[in-house]
């Protein structure tokens, strides 16, 4: 590539949380413009990049980012737990900062460090109240009308957590694929499977709507940890062992905070070759 083409190309970073991976695309600076097009050529691991969720970094007037999120078929998601995490230790890492706000479709959030190379992030208030997950009519949130008894939650997208003896003992592609397009959730949803170890602690296996299978996932582990003590079967202050790894749920008044680690893994440039192609 010429220094021309380089200096055109649209730069990336690939980032992961608990092997939920991220392409994130910093314009703050200015870059090719980000569609579902782009997001899907992307999000194909053998004719793109490859990851669970693509992140857009955009300046924001009032907070020290804005992010934008989409699925690997190019839907949009209005939050991403895991990959806010991965980028506020990025943005920490280069402004020296301990604490930062980032925007959201979701909402302003507070990130900090945790110390140890953890960082944190407040999700914000669970959304209980079944228009606002949103669900297609009235219902009890806490037991939906759904064979196998799930709870219903929103964290910015909607979730849909079945409590069950063995987690292990699921096939996750096909119920997850099974209950994503669910009749009662008009947005589509993710899919939690639960198993409860303790009071204090819990396994989760994750189906996100739009993506698949993942290695792990923060709002799905933020939404696991609301129902389960909703429920009464763990406290508010959880371990998530998920596929990937472990992340600390605390449900706090001001809302569910998400501690856990992160990792920058490479940065990239997409060839203006690439970019013309999706044109």
Avoid at 173 to 184: M, N
Avoid at 218 to 230: E, L
Wanted: charged residues 20%.
């Amino acid at each position: 590539m010429t220094e021309t083409a380089a200096a055109t190309a649209t730069r990336f970073m690939k980032m992961h949380g608990l092997g939920n991976d991220f392409v994130v695309i910093d314009r703050r600076s200015g870059s090719a413009s980000v569609t579902p097009a782009l997001a899907r050529a992307l999000g194909d691991r053998h004719f793109g990049v490859g990851f669970d969720q693509l992140a857009v970094i955009e300046p924001d007037p009032d907070a020290d980012a804005r992010l934008i999120f989409y699925n690997a078929d190019g839907s949009p998601s209005a939050t991403c737990g895991n990959a806010t995490r991965c980028i506020a230790r990025f943005l920490m890492d280069d402004t020296g900062a301990r604490s930062l706000s980032l925007r959201t479709e979701r909402g302003l959030l507070a990130a900090e460090d945790a110390g140890g190379g953890l960082t944190r992030v407040n999700m914000g208030a669970p959304l209980l109240d079944w228009h606002e997950v949103p669900l297609a009519r009235h219902c009890d949130t806490l037991h939906l009308p759904i064979a196998g008894d799930p709870v219903a939650c929103g964290m910015g997208n909607p979730h849909c957590t079945f409590f069950v003896p063995a987690v292990e003992d699921v096939d996750v592609p096909a119920f997850g694929a099974a209950h994503e397009h669910h009749p009662l959730f008009p947005e589509r949803t993710n899919v939690e499977v639960v198993q409860v170890l303790s009071d204090s602690e819990i396994r989760l296996r994750i189906w996100e709507r739009g993506t698949g299978v993942t290695l792990a996932s923060g709002s799905c582990s933020c939404a696991a940890a609301v129902a389960a003590a909703r429920r009464g079967l763990t406290g508010r202050d959880v371990t998530v062992r998920v596929d990937g790894g472990t992340l600390e749920i605390d449900w706090r008044e001001d809302g569910v905070w998400m501690t856990g680690p992160t990792a920058h893994v490479f940065d990239g440039i997409l060839t203006p070759d690439f970019l013309e192609a999706l044109a």
